[in-house]
Nanobody, 125 residues
Framework: QLQASGGGLVQAGGSLRLSCAAS????????MGWFRQAPGKGREFVAG????????YYIDSVKGRFSISRDNAKNTVYLEMNSLKPEDTAVYYC????????????????????WGQGTQVTVSS
């Protein structure tokens, strides 16, 4: 089970930190990802992190502004979002993919087996 939190309303240029707490499995066996879905659009990959946290992957539009990290001891993955823009407004979802240790970080929705409930991020201009 995945529980996302930390969303809210922020002005453009502001920051938010999303958290996703996992329970019911061995967290370190999962690649973790953050996705988002804006109104009227499909769900898109934002960032992902490997099981150990040694590898991360971002979409171009958030590179240099967002940072994904994880704490395997706390079964939690984070998404630090800085310099937020109105186009970042969306419901953000965390997701988990059971993988082998050396697996690359996937950006495909279909690879992720477990999903959190989503947390709303609204960036005002």
């Amino acid at each position: 089970q995945l529980q996302a939190s930390g969303g809210g309303l922020v002005q453009a240029g502001g920051s938010l930190r999303l958290s996703c707490a996992a329970s019911g499995g061995t967290f370190s066996r999962y690649t973790m990802g953050w996705f988002r879905q804006a109104p009227g659009k499909g769900r898109e990959f934002v960032a992902g992190i490997s099981r150990s946290g040694s590898r991360t992957y971002y979409i171009d539009s958030v590179k240099g502004r967002f940072s994904i990290s994880r704490d395997n001891a706390k079964n939690t993955v984070y998404l630090e979002m800085n310099s937020l823009k109105p186009e970042d407004t969306a419901v953000y979802y965390c997701a988990a993919e059971h993988t082998i240790l050396t697996a690359p970080v996937s950006y495909r929705l279909s690879d992720y087996e477990y999903w959190g409930q989503g947390t709303q991020v609204t960036v005002s201009s």
